[in-house]
């Protein structure tokens, strides 16, 4: 399991981290926040339409070929950066980024839910969110000071060099991606419609999707935020960071939480302690104080992914597993093109303060579906 998640942290480093990169040098190439936010939303758009696509290709001809596949396509992403350093070489990056992203990130998922016993998956898919937690402290940080020391091209050039990591481990560990046999099928409608009926499924569909929102205007909107309040682009790389940080570390408590409370109670309170943390992050300017509040929003956000990639393999069809986690992340990838387009131009109009209370809105949704 150590590999899966070596692999996990290695691409998901580079995805968390190009936004940043990309964010910035947006910045500095005069684009507004409008159009930082549909380069943003670029990143979601590959996904949206190829995310059930990859996730049947998941099921169907094993994971090594995805893994593969996405790896490759963020090397492209990051060289591209690197080589071209300006709004239309972003707007590759951004396709090229989300493109590989999708193929990876659902094999990989895929992967940690077969792996071992089935009565080690719920560990599997907590040592999973620890790696995401992980990748998302370590990319935004080095984003940051690679900025500070090197430029935009240094941060591009040192993400392109950790993404053939899955590369390099497949090639030399080929049995870590063998596959079980797939199940036969229990009847359910092979559409996506089909998948859809299933109101349990469904539900973690919607609350995933909304979640994911929560978690991504952060990381889109607080370089921006944090440059508006002339922060250099090391204090926001440690912002984000704490906030994975937060993530990270309320995932080790996760276990405990669980056998203390139910997954709808947990996943309720915790929304609504974040809908509060954000409606307050107009207010707060100290450097300490917004490094707290990220700590909080993370901690509170942190206990969204493992439980909803359980969730939903669990509550998956047999044989369709990967198909599952593809239409979650579609809807994960709605969030990832509307909120950034959104916040970018409320942002843009009347501010910080409307995007935050928006955000605070959605957490509010989350709980009311979650205590349902």
Request: aromatic content about 10%; proline content about 5%.
């Amino acid at each position: 399991m150590y590999l899966i998640v070596l692999m996990c942290v290695a691409i998901h480093s580079c995805y968390i981290g190009s936004k940043v990169v990309v964010s910035l040098l947006a910045v500095d190439l005069g684009a507004s926040q409008t159009t930082i936010g549909v380069i943003a939303a670029l990143y979601g758009v590959a996904p949206l339409i190829l995310g059930v696509h990859s996730g049947r290709l998941s099921d169907r001809a094993g994971v090594r070929l995805p893994i593969l596949m996405g790896a490759v396509l963020v090397v492209a992403a990051m060289l591209t950066g690197f080589l071209f350093q300006t709004l239309a070489g972003l707007i590759v990056v951004a396709i090229l980024m989300g493109t590989g992203f999708v193929y990876y990130n659902v094999s990989i998922q895929n992967l940690a839910g077969f792996h071992g016993a089935p009565g080690d998956r719920a560990r599997n898919f907590s040592w999973l969110a620890m790696g995401y937690s992980t990748s998302a402290f370590i990319g935004p940080m080095f984003a940051g000071f690679a900025i500070d020391i090197h430029g935009h091209a240094a941060a591009f050039l040192g993400f392109a060099l950790l993404a053939p990591v899955p590369i390099v481990v497949l090639a030399f560990n080929r049995s870590i991606t063998r596959s079980p046999p797939v199940p036969a099928s229990d009847g359910t409608s092979r559409t996506i419609f089909g998948l859809l009926r299933d109101p349990p499924l469904r539900r973690v569909v919607v609350m995933s999707g909304l979640m994911v929102a929560a978690w991504e205007m952060f990381i889109f909107y607080m370089p921006l935020h944090g440059h508006a309040l002339g922060l250099s682009a090391s204090t926001i790389g440690i912002v984000l960071g704490v906030y994975s940080v937060g993530a990270l570390f309320v995932r080790f408590l996760l276990p405990a939480l669980l056998r203390r409370t139910s997954p709808a109670r947990l996943l309720g309170t915790s929304m609504l302690i974040g809908a509060v943390a954000y409606a307050a992050l107009p207010w707060i300017q100290p450097t300490g104080l917004l490094i707290a509040a990220s700590f909080t929003i993370g901690l509170v956000l942190g206990v969204c992914q493992p439980l909803s990639m359980t969730l939903s393999f669990e509550r998956s069809p047999a044989g369709r597993t990967g198909e599952v986690t593809g239409l979650r992340l579609t809807a994960n990838n709605v969030a990832r093109i509307i909120v950034p387009v959104i916040s970018g131009m409320l942002g843009t109009a009347f501010g910080a303060a409307p995007v935050f209370w928006m955000n605070a809105m959605n957490l509010l949704a989350v709980s009311w579906l979650a205590r349902r």
